[in-house]
């Protein structure tokens, strides 16, 4: 009975650090980074000129960044994950102004921050 208990918790352990473990693709965190979707899905309503649905994700963003920023905490330094929100403030009113070329300079430098997030 002991011999089975001991065997399921390293079973479980064993699945538990496979999640840790498997290999980080370069490529993948923008997929997967919800920031980074909301941020790829505000770039096309802006290609696209559709500004009253670019608004309403530039509201979700600083949201969904909270939700986050214990990641960014973690692979980042404060001054890289400071920049991401003060771009993400800078964008809300960029957006309300329908500036096409900033808001699509200013989203294009959250990726790249995030990325450098990502890259350490």
Do not use: C
């Not at 923008?30 to 309403?56: C, G, Y």
């Not at 963003?61 to 960014?72: A, N």
């Amino acid at each position: 009975m002991l011999l089975n208990k001991v065997i399921l918790m390293f079973l479980s352990f064993g699945v538990y650090l496979s999640g840790w473990l498997t290999p980080f693709h370069p490529g993948d965190w923008e997929q997967e980074d919800p920031v980074a979707k909301n941020v790829q899905v505000i770039r096309q309503h802006i290609s696209n000129k559709r500004w009253d649905l670019a608004k309403r994700e530039v509201k979700q963003l600083p949201r969904i960044f909270e939700q986050q920023k214990w990641k960014y905490q973690m692979f980042g330094d404060e001054g890289e994950y400071e920049q991401v929100d003060h771009e993400i403030s800078k964008l809300s009113v960029i957006v309300e102004l329908e500036d096409r070329s900033q808001a699509l300079i200013t989203l294009a430098s959250i990726l790249k921050t995030l990325k450098e997030i990502y890259s350490m």
